[in-house]
């Protein structure tokens, strides 16, 4: 009920409705714009919403991260180039339809099913995070400590080429987070005589660093290709043809519905994230069609899958993180942030303390799904011509320069420049060599819940770390992630060695 | 045998180093005042699993062979180092810092932002001059004059100062 009560707030607030409007542009551009994606420009919009109230900036972030999902199909449909991982799926189907002539109808079916999809992960978010939230009240720090445990491990080990590599940026994560006081006992650590680092290392620099600044160098280095805008229909048979009819769009229906589903699953699960959820969904779309042999060719239902799935993790992504605490992508960590700088505390109290702004949210969430479909729809085409005439040579050192005043407004200092250069040069070397940036970021988010759970579980014992393995929930958490590294090594085994006999009969 | 270094092997040795430092400075940490490892074990923890990681990395990178060519410290490898624009931009971002610090915000962004449009490809010499008289601009506008930011002041100069006259 609670949601229908901050539908009407939501509404009523012509303040709100601006900036979800905004942020459904934003966002859209953004991530049609190849190369950029939402975290990268929530990050960079992070220090603008200090000045917000807390439930305009929470919704302004959190509705730029959905649209910006959502605009990355413009850039895969339209350019031919994703703009986001998690639109490479799209642009199986989508480029064949726009190389015949059929651009405006691939960009109707991908809103619709980005719309179902995104609409379907929230509302089941709405309606399962109380229950989460109630269980996650019952859970001591040792349980939060093997939730921790479980969560750094998944998204150290699930994404990304190479396990150790991935494993390692969490690891290092955690390490940058632990710089500065300890938040018990006051003493210093890894400082190294620098009196700045006393405070820690700021979320908001280091993020932009690494979402920012690592994607401008990784601009630089990338030689720039000329993209090409598929012409819209001009004559009176070519609109006709790209119009979509209910007819046409039926069959997507069963499949936008099943990866809706896929999608929130995907989401729910730390790390995992769209381009995931977007790939499973399409692989498991074209087992269940009724015509594989189009999919790949310009098949609609091929649009509709990974759309439905990779629009429809972003509300479940959030229930781990209004629950427990632990963001499940690297929006849902920035979001962290946004939290604790307007003094709001996530985790299972969360509910207790916040529940009105925490439905206020979903309900801005809701609307601004429904303001990003109605764009998306009928101004499609428009976004993508405008991402056109905007030149990247000129869009690049735009954002580097933007990069170091949003560094420097977090706090007013400069040190936080200094933090977000060498992050963002951290950040372009963990990309070049397959470390995984945003289990580095997730980890550094975690790091100081897991340590404080950790810590107060050990009190709680009286044999020490063995505490984890006599308390059933906390072991099957412990078990889980090992279970995780486990699955993982098995995968890529089993891809080298498919590799390698694919190889060997190519000779 | 020779041991060739390639970027596999060099990225494993540096998680080691980083990892052996981060233990060390991990030891650094004082105790609880009752003799608990309070402040220190997580920092131990996570500093002993990176040293892990870099072992196992490094155990990995050994059992692939290494072309000659590969090697990370070939001439031809610093050479395209030396000359990669990533290093140049890295210069440039420093530089623009300690310029800030130095003059201000207004006259290093002036400075800066032609450097950096030239740097992505930009070669128009008006779009050049007014990418450098309109960034420092509206970032000062939209910032610091909007927001609120309190903005940086130059330790010897600050152009800012010379306008509004304090």
């Known amino acids: 009920m609670e949601i229908f009560t901050s539908l009407v707030t939501v509404l009523t607030d012509p303040v709100l409705i601006f900036y979800i409007f905004l942020a459904a542009i934003t966002g859209m551009v953004i991530g049609a714009v190849p190369g950029l994606t939402a975290a990268a420009a929530i990050a960079m919009l992070l220090p603008l919403t200090f000045y917000m109230e807390p439930l305009v900036a929470l919704a302004f972030l959190y509705v730029i991260g959905k649209s910006g999902r959502y605009g990355g199909s413009i850039a895969a449909i339209l350019f031919n180039t994703p703009g986001t991982a998690a639109s490479a799926a799209t642009q199986i189907d989508g480029y064949p339809l726009a190389k015949q002539g059929l651009s405006s109808k691939a960009m109707k079916v991908a809103t619709i099913s980005s719309v179902i999809g995104d609409f379907t992960g929230e509302i089941l978010l709405i309606v399962g995070v109380g229950?989460?939230?109630?269980?996650?009240?019952?859970?001591?720090?040792?349980?939060?400590?093997?939730?921790?445990?479980?969560?750094?491990?998944?998204?150290?080990?699930?994404?990304?080429?190479?396990?150790?590599?991935?494993?390692?940026?969490?690891?290092?994560?955690?390490?940058v987070s632990m710089i500065g006081l300890d938040p018990i006992s006051s003493e210093e650590r890894f400082t190294f005589g620098i009196f700045e680092l006393s405070n820690g290392v700021g979320l908001v620099p280091l993020m932009i660093g690494i979402f920012v600044l690592g994607e401008v160098f990784a601009q630089l280095e990338q030689k720039q290709t000329k993209v090409k805008l598929f012409s819209?229909?001009?004559?009176?048979?070519?609109?006709?043809?790209?119009?979509?009819?209910?007819?046409?769009?039926?069959?997507?229906?069963?499949?936008a519905i099943r990866s809706s589903f896929i999608g929130s699953c995907i989401g729910v699960l730390p790390g995992l994230g769209s381009a995931v959820a977007a790939f499973i969904a399409y692989g498991e779309g074209k087992r269940r069609a009724r015509n594989p042999e189009q999919w790949g060719k310009g098949a609609l239902e091929g649009i509709a899958a990974p759309e439905a799935a990779n629009n429809a993790v972003s509300g479940p992504s959030m229930a781990p993180l209004l629950t427990l605490g632990i963001p499940g992508s690297t929006i849902g960590a920035i979001l962290v942030g946004v939290f604790l700088i307007h003094g709001i505390q996530v985790g299972p109290t969360l509910f207790l303390t916040s529940k009105e702004l925490v439905y206020n949210l979903f309900a801005a969430g809701l609307v601004g799904i429904l303001l990003y479909g109605l764009i998306g729809y009928f101004g499609a085409s428009v976004v993508g011509r405008f991402i056109l005439k905007v030149p990247t040579n000129v869009l690049y050192p735009i954002i580097f320069l933007t990069a170091f005043i949003a560094a420097y407004s977090s706090r007013g200092n400069l040190f936080d420049v200094y933090v977000m250069i060498i992050a963002g040069i951290v950040g372009w070397l963990m990309r070049k060599f397959d470390f995984n940036p945003a289990a580095f970021i997730i980890s550094f988010v975690l790091a100081s819940g897991a340590e404080e759970t950790f810590r107060q579980a050990i009190l709680l014992s009286n044999d020490g770390v063995l505490i984890f393995l006599y308390r059933p929930v906390a072991l099957a958490f412990i078990l889980l992630g090992i279970a995780a590294i486990f699955l993982r090594v098995r995968s890529l085994k089993k891809q080298a060695n498919h590799e390698e006999q694919s190889f060997e009969s190519a000779k | 045998m020779t041991f060739k270094f390639d970027a596999n092997r060099l990225v494993a040795v540096a998680l080691m180093v980083l990892g052996l430092i981060m233990?060390?400075?991990?030891?650094?940490?004082?105790?609880?005042?009752?003799?608990?490892?309070?402040?220190?074990?997580?920092?131990?923890l996570a500093s002993t699993a990176l040293l892990i990681l870099g072992c196992l990395e490094l155990k990995t990178a050994l059992s692939k062979t290494v072309e000659g060519e590969s090697s990370v410290f070939s001439s031809k490898r610093i050479k395209q180092m030396l000359l990669s624009p990533i290093l140049w931009m890295s210069v440039l971002a420093f530089a623009y810092l300690w310029g800030i610090g130095k003059f201000g915000y207004l006259l290093s962004t002036a400075f800066v932002a032609p450097i950096a449009l030239w740097t992505f490809g930009v070669r128009n010499y008006?779009?050049?001059?007014?990418?450098?008289?309109?960034?420092?601009?509206?970032?000062?506008?939209?910032?610091?004059?909007?927001?609120?930011?309190?903005?940086?002041?130059?330790?010897w100069f600050d152009l800012l100062t010379v306008i509004t006259g304090e």
């Open chain 1, 131 to 175: 229950t989460i939230a109630a269980i996650a009240l019952k859970l001591g720090p040792p349980e939060l400590f093997a939730v921790y445990f479980a969560a750094f491990v998944v998204i150290g080990s699930v994404i990304g080429k190479s396990i150790t590599r991935g494993l390692a940026s969490a690891a290092f994560g955690v390490l």
């Open chain 1, 232 to 255: 819209e229909p001009e004559s009176a048979n070519d609109k006709a043809r790209n119009q979509l009819t209910f007819k046409e769009y039926k069959p997507c229906i069963p499949h």
């Open chain 2, 23 to 44: 233990l060390l400075a991990s030891f650094q940490i004082n105790l609880d005042p009752d003799g608990g490892q309070g402040a220190r074990i997580f920092p131990f």
């Open chain 2, 126 to 155: 008006i779009g050049l001059l007014v990418g450098a008289l309109l960034c420092p601009l509206i970032y000062h506008v939209l910032f610091f004059v909007v927001l609120g930011v309190f903005p940086p002041t130059g330790e």
